[in-house]
């Protein structure tokens, strides 16, 4: 059975970071396709990043390039998000989902994730 358990979340100012981490198992993590999804105060599912098995391709929404770093460990099966100059629109959930680089509107929702954490942005 699939599980993703997602952490790091919490508040930060505008300017700041803040590490996501997504705990994995019930599947083959170093063989799939991993990514972040986020949900925003009365907005739909919004994808964010993607990365390969290898992690040598990594995707990124135009709002976040360059702000976002997705990485993940195999060996732990854990995937990562770092997040530095966070802005006041990065508030949302973040969720990590399993076999997804890419998603565009309601297809995100296809895709198995986790709880979620939540990252406020906030002075």
């Known amino acids: 059975d699939v599980q993703l358990v997602e952490s790091g979340g919490g508040l930060a100012q505008p300017g700041g970071s803040l590490r996501l981490s997504c705990a994995a198992s019930?599947?083959?993590?170093?063989?799939?396709?991993m990514g972040w999804v986020r949900q925003a105060p009365g907005e739909g599912l919004e994808w964010v990043s993607g990365?390969?098995?290898?992690?040598?391709?990594?995707y990124y929404a135009q709002s976040v390039k360059g702000r976002f770093t997705i990485s993940r460990d195999n060996a732990n099966n854990t995937l990562y998000l770092q997040m530095n100059n966070l802005k006041s629109e990065d508030t949302a959930i973040y969720y990590c989902?399993?076999?997804?680089?890419?998603?565009?509107?309601?297809?995100?929702?296809?895709?198995?994730r986790g709880q979620g954490t939540q990252v406020t942005v906030s002075s």
């Open positions: 990365i390969n098995p290898d992690s040598g391709n990594k």
């Open positions: 989902a399993a076999d997804l680089v890419y998603c565009r509107g309601d297809e995100c929702a296809d895709y198995k």
């Open positions: 019930g599947f083959s993590f170093s063989t799939s396709e």
